[in-house]
């Protein structure tokens, strides 16, 4: 006869069968690495892989949906690409909860952001103190909302490109969609027709009137903004893009690929000027230049000779729109938008005087109640004082000093080039912040906040620290010359040991 206490033994030649006891030591079994990763929801355990294709997502929303559709209700942060600037930041956040879900090491990129972002919320506290009136306080919401999510967007990226063959996917992603965009804004300048009156989207309302075609200087010549929220942002996202655009022109194989990359950079290059704005000029002009700096001469040299060449043809197709561009800046004295400019000088220091170092809260100076600030340094200023300016500089300046890093010190010349092309489009957007209140249009944000992103991924990628040597051009090298400062240290040791007296070492 057989018991039926629980303690009895199995009988021979049956099956064990699992016992109720067996399940309180699961607990103690998902305490382990490799149980935990199978048991991870779907969205968690492949996160990299989900955040890089919300990446793609999020470029794309960017720059195919007219700026000024948006989800109803939420205002300017209602943008959908706003919505999955959200969705990544959570990802983040979870991941950053889980061990193991961040790439190891260094990544200053977090502390910068995180930095930015104590910033903001420091001046949301700032704002709330002073006992804001309705609709500033609305703004302040908005403004709070839409920093955590482009910190999100950029983290993301920091953390979440995995490789380098990943990396170069988002940045010609962002090329491409940049083309599209262009392309657009052709169509529109030769009032072909107006691709952004035909887009509709169910559940997404127009919170202003399309921005449409405009017209600009005594030959009225269209002024376009394809895609984007102005003409201004138009231009300036371009010409932050065009430097990425061009270096994986000059690293694309030979066949298809190199003449669509080459397209891409002529679509870019040849839209810029159709926004018929000094601040795309401006930005071009510092980004190319940066660019430039790791370029040999002879690269130089034939950059520059194609680019007058595309400036004459374009000048033959489009006669006047040079001109008129010219004219923005030799007829500045009688120009109504730098006279506003430098009449805001004297509400900045009034504003600035009241609450120097914290400002009036990050968010709260709006037109509506104030005056149009159409230069984000100024509006930092009032807005976040010099605390606030020294975040919004860092923002751009780190970044570059990171980029420049890799240009100086990666082992293969196309990473030297991709850093030095990411370091001029920092500055660049530094500059063109000073032209116009750049944080209010998402897409020149989301653009700017992908490339910091990119910034640190590529530093990750390529493993930079500091400390690490300078390295010279390769003798195959024709893209990449060598740094100035290199070997520099060997160079004046061995000219110091050429010249000492006799008897000394």
Known sequence: MSTTTGSAAPVAGRRRTQRPADLEFRPVLLRRPDVVARWRPLLVRPWRLTTFAV?????????????????????????????????????WCVSARRAGGLPPGRQPVRW?????LAVQLVGY????????????????????IFNVAMVGVALAVTDGVRTRRQLDVLLQTMVGLATVMAGVGILQFLRIFDLTRFIRIP????????????????????????????????GVVLALILPVALHYAFFAPRGRSSAGRWLCVALIASAIPLSISRSAVVTVAVAMGLLALAWPWRRRYNVLVI???????????????????????TNMDNDPSIQNRLADQAFVERMFAQRPWLGRGAGTVMPERYVLLDNQIYGTLVAG????????????????????????????EEARHLGQALAATMPAGLVASATFDSFSFATFVGVTVVLIGAVGALWRLEHMRPGLPLRPAA?????????????????????????APVGRP
């Open 55 to 91: 990446l793609v997502v999020f470029l794309c929303l960017q720059f195919l949906i007219p700026a000024r559709l948006v989800i109803g209700g939420l205002g300017s942060v209602g943008r959908p690409s706003v919505a999955v600037a959200v969705l990544l930041t959570f990802l």
């Open 112 to 116: 910068l952001l995180g930095g930015y």
């Open 125 to 144: 506290a700032v704002a709330y103190d002073r006992q804001l009136p309705e609709l500033e306080a609305s703004s302040a919401d908005r403004w709070l």
């Open 203 to 234: 559940g997404l309302q127009l919170n202003r009137d399309l921005i449409g075609v405009s017209a600009r200087g005594d030959a009225d010549f269209a002024r376009v903004a394809g895609t984007a929220n102005h003409y201004i942002e138009f």
């Open 307 to 329: 680019a007058v060449a595309g400036t004459a043809v374009f000048h033959v197709v489009n006669r006047g729109v040079l001109g008129t561009i010219r004219a923005l800046f």
């Open 385 to 412: 004082g010099v605390v606030g300016l020294v975040a919004l500089g860092a923002l751009f300046l780190v970044p570059y000093a990171l980029a420049r890093s890799t240009r100086l010190r990666a082992e293969s």
């Open 475 to 499: 003798p195959g090298d024709t893209v990449v010359t060598t740094p100035l400062t290199a070997n520099l240290r060997d160079r004046l040791v061995a000219g110091w040991r050429a010249g």
